[in-house]
């Protein structure tokens, strides 16, 4: 079970009371949590989802360890334009990419 963390950037307080209701805050608007099993996650970010389509507003990203991504690490958003990581000789870069639904 790799380590999740999502920051939080000017959101509804449902959506914090939520987080912090299933992770520590560790600093205002981060949440982290060693031990999220891919099941939960999934099933905190359909929360999170579901309610930016009724109420967005700020920016939510969640990022986890994912052995199928570049550099290991898997990315979704909410409010911030999609980026993916790429390896570019070596080092991560950030690119923007077309919207598409994030797969956790």
Known sequence: M???VVVTRDVADRYRGFLASVMPE???GVYVSPEV???VRERIW???SDWWATMPGGSVVMSWRDGTSAGGLG???LGTPPVELADLDG???VRRKASTPPVL
């Open 75 to 77: 990315l979704a958003m």
């Open 46 to 48: 359909t929360v999170l």
């Open 91 to 93: 080092v991560l870069v």
């Open 37 to 39: 099993s891919r099941a």
């Open 2 to 4: 790799p380590m999740t």
């Open 26 to 28: 560790v600093a205002p």
